[in-house]
């Protein structure tokens, strides 16, 4: 049994987590101590030999109490890793995942998406599908999740109450879309937009005061839903509250950017200079997908602190085109970037599944290319999926990796026996970073036996034995 939040807890086990974007450092013995708050106090390396001893040596004159029987052993193939940061994920479209691939974004948003965004109107509804995207997240790792809800407010405070009752980190959003939508699906004026925003605003803040795992994010769905008082609104509404965050989707696809271009010739087909006139450009916005981007749009992101949301799974199926965002420059201009599954314009909801499209992903642009992208290695997906995430949130000094002082958010994977699945079988000779390869490419949710958030069990059935 796991130990309750509000204790100490301790785990002795091999760990995997990012040091920086191509550093992975994999340890195969380590003892890792988490405080009764569920932050990390140390990460201990280990050698096999004289194992007790050092573990008595690093537990013992701890500044608070940890009681030997909350320690776990984890087994023979199981290691211990982040949690997973999806940057970019539509919670109303959980029950389409997979529908109307291969349509143009504005075909997909008009004949799919929003008849099906409009059922959210039921807060019954709303909270069926809501607590279902909420579980199967976590089941599939995803400690960390920037969410877009629906244009209605009270769908969207039930979606921020079920992430904190289910204790998931996550940036929650309504939508933002007062024109060029359906009658059926289209919010009134900007007044009421902008009214109700702050209202789901205050309520995050009700619910959870110290921002401890829900906040709220400023969600314009894109500049061609809203008009321009509103983007003008959402601007004021940043610039009276620095701590929010903004999250938008950026250059997705071309039918995309030339109807916004329509919208807003005054900006040169511009979407950095769109955003930034509006203030809702800074170090705590979040770009999704970002395929098409010049050397000036390169330069305000970067210049001003934006992430990037690479999106690969619904670049690559959804939207009119085959292309995907140039991850290998963005890194190398040093613009934050994490992944985002895009669920459901991304027909999987499986980070793995993101990390694996973002290396196929980036193989395709060094070929177009010809050689000066670099395709992505396993430890740079990985890096994207755990601490280039948190980077993208603006929460690098909290979570993605086990340094201490950061909350523990983390999964234990295990790749044998009943835990294996239909992973790459492991073999005796294998080495941890063998496992760990095989686990990213063949690996799925039957593997991630327990998940961990800011220190709490919150998902899995654990196969390991808690001793003294």
């Known amino acids: 049994m796991a130990a309750a939040l509000g204790h100490a807890r301790a785990f002795v086990g091999p760990v995997i987590h990012s040091l920086s974007v191509s550093k992975l450092e994999i340890t195969p013995l380590a003892l890792l101590i988490i405080d009764p708050q569920g932050k990390i106090n140390k ?18 004159h701890l500044p608070f109490c940890l009681d030997r029987t909350n320690t776990t052993y984890l087994n023979p ?57 909420v579980e199967g997240s976590l089941r599939q790792g995803i400690t960390t999740a920037s969410y877009f809800g629906s244009v209605h407010a009270e769908a969207t405070k039930i979606l921020a109450d079920i992430c904190l009752q289910k204790t998931q980190r996550a940036y929650v959003g309504k939508c933002n879309m007062t024109r060029n939508s359906p009658d059926f699906y289209v919010e009134k004026s900007a007044r009421d937009s902008l009214r109700e925003t702050r209202e789901c605003i205050s309520h995050v803040r009700v619910i959870d005061p110290a921002g401890r795992l829900v906040k709220y994010v400023i969600t314009p769905r894109f500049a061609i839903s809203c008009d321009e008082e509103t983007l003008k609104g959402l601007g004021d509404i940043r610039s009276e509250n620095e701590d929010l965050a903004v999250q938008t989707h950026f250059n997705e696809a071309k039918q995309e950017m030339e109807e916004t271009q329509r919208l807003f010739p005054q900006f040169g087909g511009s979407e950095a200079d769109l955003y930034q006139e509006f203030g809702l450009l800074g170090k705590r916005t979040i770009l999704a997908h970002c395929c098409y981007m010049d050397e000036h749009e390169l330069e305000i992101i970067e210049k001003l602190g934006c992430g990037v949301a690479h999106c690969p799974i619904a670049n690559m199926t959804v939207g009119g085109g085959f292309m995907a965002a140039p991850v290998r420059e963005l890194l190398d201009k040093k613009i934050k970037v994490g992944l985002g599954t895009d669920s459901g314009g991304g027909f999987s909801s499986s980070m793995l599944d993101a990390m694996r499209q973002a290396m196929i992903a980036s193989n395709a642009r060094e070929v177009m290319s010809e050689g000066k992208d670099k395709g992505l290695s396993i430890a740079e997906v990985f890096y994207l999926a755990t601490l280039g995430g948190a980077a993208v949130c603006c929460l690098e000094n909290k979570i993605g990796s086990f340094e201490a002082g950061k ?62």
């Open 43 to 60: 990460l201990v390396k280990l050698e096999p030999d004289g194992l007790a001893e050092q573990l008595d040596q690093a537990l013992d």
């Open 77 to 133: 193939g199981e290691f211990l890793i982040p949690g997973f940061v999806d940057t970019h994920n539509h919670a109303p479209q959980y029950a389409q995942r997979g529908l109307g691939q291969g349509m143009h974004i504005l075909d997909w948003l008009s004949k799919i998406t929003f008849p099906n965004e409009a059922k959210f109107s039921d807060p019954v509804y709303a909270r069926k599908i809501y607590t279902a995207c």
């Open 407 to 468: 909350d523990f958010d983390g999964l234990i994977i295990g790749t044998k026996g009943a835990d294996q699945g239909i992973m790459t079988m492991v073999e005796e000779d294998d080495t941890l970073e063998t496992v760990f390869e095989k686990f990213i490419m063949t690996g799925d949710d039957r593997n991630i036996v327990e998940v961990y958030v800011q220190g709490q069990y919150v998902k899995g059935q654990r196969a390991c034995v808690s001793t003294s």
